[in-house]
């Protein structure tokens, strides 16, 4: 009667165990709850448990009961002790045959002093990873097979706990790894794309620093249409990329100080396509790039190059790569041509919105412009990229007000006109 009471307990003990393993998110936390257990269930006055750094050699008390101050936190163990534990498996060994172990004859004194008993190595698929150590039971009596059993069914479970907490620290490392060199991967990118701009821009000396202003226009559109930072990014890269197939133009038809003819403009106009070869194998990772530089010479209106695209088979990252290649083409001067008058820039985004350009991306840019204006951000890009006597030109906010009231309720499509 009285083992059958025994075994029922020991069956709720372990029972409870297992459901410590399985749902205790703090480690800590359930190995001190898994060692009462343990002690309670057997009426073992004291006793601790350590984890097993195979690197540094080393057992770590993880949690400790009745074992004070003295005990040691840190045991160092030398291989042979290693080999034995391993030899040994999960079953307990006793202290007065444990004097065959190296450790054992440093620490022993603590050992006897806190009158340990038993060492149970964890040895979980022939690793070794802790070592429960186990004080004398309350009743003084010797540990029997039968309680030996139970500790070792115990210590299994505990010994479980520990590899799986080791190996979601492993995880968690390598993905902290992951992480660090996905940012030094971007960070790369990014580097490579702004100095790729800064050599497009070379070649071009009247239009000095376009694409770099044309990733920034992007960006900005692309943030006041509520895009995601990666998303936005994406923008920004295919702003700054847009007119790389320029590189294999010659210097003399882009940097000519008068309007090209026919033949030199064919040459020019096959930068897009060439722009797209040239981005097509670099894998991009926020947005189609290459499609973005292929069609940002395109409108909605079908009368744009190469492929004469209407509103919505061009797609959407080239769209608005061409509303912010435009809109640095209205406000920088060009060899032929001195910049437009703010309030003729904003009028023309008007006008055009829904034949050249996509309605709400000329709003969002509006907008942008805006809230830098009335102060709404912090953000002085505009300012800094056009002049601050140029943005803050008068009439400029009623007349982008204005521009806003009137363009809110169209969309892209309704405005299409195909005469
Ligand atoms: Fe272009
Ligand atoms: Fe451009």
Known sequence: MENQQKLIHTFGALAELGNEVAHKQNFQEMMRTSLHLLLGSLAIMRGGVARYSRFAHELNMLTMRGLGDEFPL???????DERQFLVNGLFPIEVSQAGVLPFF?????????????????????????????????????????????????????????????NLMAELERRAEENRKLYDNLKMTYKDTVKAFAAAIDCKDKYTEGHSV?????????????????????????AGYLHDVGKLTVERNIINAPY??????????NKHPAVGYEILLPIHHPFADVPLAAKYHHERLDGNGYPDGLYDREIPYIAKLVNLADSFDAMTTDRPYKRRRPTNEVVEDLQRNSGKQFAPELVTALCRGMLKELTSETKSKRFRRLLGRDYMEAEGIVPLLKNALNGMSATSSLTLVSLD
């Open 259 to 268: 309007r090209i003819n026919a033949k030199e403009s064919a040459e020019l």
């Open 213 to 237: 202003r044309v990733g920034k226009y992007s960006e900005i559109i692309a943030e006041e249409l509520g895009w995601s930072e990666e998303e936005t990014e994406g923008a920004a890269v």
């Open 105 to 165: 004859q440093v620490y022993d004194r603590s050992f006897e002093t806190k009158k340990i008993e038993l060492l149970v190595p964890l040895v979980v698929r022939d690793e070794l990873v802790g070592v429960i150590f186990l004080g004398e039971k309350a009743n003084s009596q010797p540990f029997t097979s039968y309680d030996k059993e139970i500790i070792c069914a115990m210590a299994r479970h505990i010994g479980v706990a520990i590899v799986q907490r």
């Open 74 to 80: 840190g045991l160092s163990l030398c291989y042979e």
